[in-house]
C-alpha cells in the first residue's frame, strides 16, 4: 500500500517509530490520541511488509491467556473500527467463524484445554461434536473427524488493506508524519534517542518504537538488546475467484497443517501451513499435501484449482509469542514485534499497550509475558495455537 510520504525529515518529535506495518501504525495513531508528535519511518512504505500479504483474518481463540486477552480488545476495537477510526473504505470484518477440526483424541484434548481457558477469559467458543462441526462448516467431510472447537465470532475482514489505510489516516489527522526512510542505527542522544537515516539525514525523539518485524534485532543489538525474533516462509494459494459460495467459515485441521477459507471475491483461499519447515520440499509437494487435505476433510473444493501461490513471512519468536515491551536499561525505548502471524488482529491492542507504556515510561503489567526480558530470563509462556 502506498500512501502521501512527508518529503522533509522532522529535526526532533516527541516518538520516532520504526517500521511502518500495522504494528507501527497503530503505535503511532494510538500516541497521537495521547497528544504526541510522531514521526514514523519506513524503508519501504506504508504497510509494505508483511502487512501486505495477510488476508484479514480475526480469531479469539487463542492459548494462552495473554494472546486471548490481547484478542478480546482488539476483536472488540475492530467491531467498532468505524466510530474509532471512522475509514474511508469500510474494511467490512465479517463474522464468518473459524472451525478447529480435531481428527485424533490427543488434538482433541488440546483443544478442549484451550477451550476452557478461553471461557475463563470470556470468549464465546463451543466444543462440537462431528455432526455439528458438520452442521457449520457445509461441505465439510466428518467421517474422519472427532470433534472441533468453533468460535461464530471469529471471521475476516474483506478488505484487510483497508485497515491499515484506516489506521495510517487517523495517525496522519491526529499529526503524525510517514518517511520513506530506512533507519540505520538508534543511538542514545542526551535524555532522548537520535536515529539515523539512510542518506545521511538524522532525527532526534524523546523516545523510540521498533516495529520493524524480522530487522528489529539488526537495531536492537548494537545497543546490547538480543532478541530472538527470525523470519519464516509462509505461503498461501489461491483460486481464482468463483461464484459459488463452497466455504463461508475458516477451517483449521491442525493434524494436517491446514487451513481454508473462501474469501469476499469468491477466490479460495488454501495453506499447507508447515511449508517452508519441511526441508527439500516445494511448491508441488506444498500443492499435494493441500490437495490430500481437501480430500479428506473438504470435498467440496475438490474441483478448486489454485493457480496462484504467494510467499509471505512470518516474524517468530521461540515461544511464538509476539516482543512488547521497554528494553530494559535503555528508558523510552519500545520494542513491538515478533508477531508470530496475528500482527493485524493483534494490532489495536499491541498499539495501545505501546502508547500507555511511552506515556507511563513502562508497560503494564497484563503484557510481561511479552517483555524483551523474557528470553534471557528464561521466562517463557509458549503459545501453541498459531495457525
Ligand atoms: C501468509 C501470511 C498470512 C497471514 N495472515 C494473517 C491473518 O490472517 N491475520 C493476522 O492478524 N495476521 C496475519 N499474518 C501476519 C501479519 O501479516 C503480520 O503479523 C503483520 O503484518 C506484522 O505487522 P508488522 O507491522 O509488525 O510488520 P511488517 O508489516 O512486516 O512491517 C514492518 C515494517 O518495518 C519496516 N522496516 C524494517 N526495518 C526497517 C528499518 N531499519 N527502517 C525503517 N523501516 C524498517 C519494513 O519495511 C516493514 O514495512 C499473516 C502473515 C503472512 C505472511
Not at 499447507?272 to 480430500?295: C, F, M, Q, Y
Amino acid at each position: 500500500m502506498s500512501s502521501s510520504l512527508n518529503e522533509s525529515v522532522p529535526e526532533i518529535v516527541d516518538v520516532a517509530i520504526v517500521g511502518a506495518g500495522i504494528t507501527g501504525l497503530s503505535a503511532a495513531w494510538h500516541l497521537t490520541e495521547r497528544g504526541l508528535r510522531v514521526a514514523a519511518f519506513d524503508g519501504t512504505g506504508i504497510g509494505s511488509g508483511a502487512t501486505a500479504v495477510q488476508p484479514g483474518g480475526v480469531r479469539q481463540q487463542w492459548g494462552t491467556e495473554v494472546a486471548c486477552r490481547m484478542a478480546l480488545e482488539a476483536y472488540a476495537f475492530y467491531s467498532d473500527i468505524g466510530d474509532r477510526l471512522t475509514p474511508a473504505v469500510d474494511p467490512k470484518l465479517t463474522a464468518c467463524g473459524y472451525l478447529f477440526v480435531a481428527r485424533g483424541e490427543e488434538e482433541l484434548a488440546a483443544q478442549r484445554q484451550r477451550l476452557a481457558l478461553q471461557h475463563r477469559l470470556g470468549i464465546p467458543s463451543r466444543e462440537v461434536t462431528p455432526d455439528e462441526a458438520g452442521e457449520v462448516v457445509e461441505g465439510l467431510d466428518t467421517s474422519g473427524i472427532v470433534g472441533g472447537v468453533w468460535c461464530d465470532q471469529d471471521g475476516y475482514f474483506d478488505r484487510p488493506l483497508a485497515v491499515v489505510g484506516a489506521f495510517a489516516d487517523a495517525a496522519k489527522r491526529g499529526g503524525a508524519t510517514f518517511h520513506d526512510r530506512r533507519v540505520e542505527a538508534i543511538a542514545r542522544d542526551g535524555e532522548g534517542w537520535k536515529l539515523s537515516l539512510r542518506g545521511g539525514e538524522t532525527t532526534r525523539a524523546g523516545a523510540v518504537v521498533v516495529a520493524a518485524a524480522w530487522d528489529t534485532p539488526e537495531l536492537l543489538t548494537p545497543l546490547g538488546a538480543e532478541l530472538p525474533i527470525t523470519r519464516e516462509p509462509r505461503y498461501l494459494f489461491y483460486s481464482d475467484p468463483i461464484r459459488e459460495r463452497l466455504l463461508e467459515p475458516l477451517v483449521i485441521v491442525p493434524e494436517a497443517h491446514f487451513a481454508a477459507k473462501q474469501l469476499a471475491d469468491g477466490s479460495v483461499l488454501a495453506s499447507d501451513l508447515g511449508a517452508g519447515s519441511r526441508p527439500g520440499e516445494g511448491k508441488e509437494d506444498w500443492h499435494s499435501n493441500v490437495r490430500r487435505a481437501i480430500t479428506a476433510t473438504l470435498p467440496i473444493l475438490e474441483y478448486v484449482s489454485f493457480p496462484v501461490l504467494v510467499e509471505g513471512f512470518y516474524d517468530v519468536t521461540p515461544d511464538r509469542q509476539p516482543v512488547v515491551g521497554a528494553i530494559d536499561g535503555h528508558d523510552g525505548l519500545f520494542v513491538a514485534a515478533g508477531l508470530n502471524g496475528r500482527g493485524l488482529m493483534m494490532a489495536p491492542t499491541i498499539g495501545r499497550v505501546i502508547a500507555d507504556g511511552v506515556v507511563a515510561g513502562r508497560i503494564e503489567d497484563t503484557m510481561k509475558p511479552l517483555s524483551p526480558s523474557r528470553f534471557a530470563d528464561g521466562q517463557l509462556t509458549p503459545e501453541l495455537q498459531v495457525v
